[in-house]
């Protein structure tokens, strides 16, 4: 009896495909949590945004009309002139794309362009890079 041992060709290629199937939902899965850890990061850069302005609106009783990503944000009215908000603000990792800034005396829009799609409103044609931006917050 010569008992041949080994798998056939049909069975290797059964495997090979399996694992292929398994390695493609793998990759879109990582794909999505990658772009969802993106988006996470570009919302917690808002809210420190967010929470320095307030700081800022509290020691100098109005809001900057802009910030610059990359820069710090320096307190630039009388009563608070020189004081350090944040020491560099934000910037969206992602190429090509910026957070949007509009501020003015009592008010500000701060938004982001989410790669998983906007929940909290849009920021109607405000440029976020090469597209508009679907993800706002403004002051409390």
């Known amino acids: 009896m010569n008992k041949k041992r080994g798998f056939t060709l049909i069975e290797l290629l059964v495997v090979l495909s399996i694992i292929g199937v398994i390695m493609a939902f793998s ?7 990658r772009k969802s850890a993106r988006d996470t990061k570009r919302k917690a850069d808002l809210e420190q945004i967010r929470s320095a302005l307030e700081i800022y609106r509290t020691d100098c009783k109005t809001y900057p009309t802009t910030i610059t990503p990359g820069s710090p944000l320096v307190g630039a009215a009388a009563i ?28 500000y829009t701060l938004c982001a362009l989410l790669e998983t799609g906007g929940t909290t409103g849009s ?8 597209n508009n931006c679907n993800y706002k917050t403004t002051q409390p």
Not at 93 to 102: A, H, I, L
Not at 123 to 130: A, F, K, V
């Open 27 to 33: 990759f879109v899965g990582f794909s999505q949590a």
């Open 80 to 107: 608070c002139a020189g004081n350090t908000y944040m020491s560099a603000v934000p910037a969206d990792s992602t190429t090509g794309q910026s957070y949007y800034y509009s501020g003015s005396t009592n008010s």
């Open 123 to 130: 920021c109607g044609t405000s440029s976020c890079g090469p």
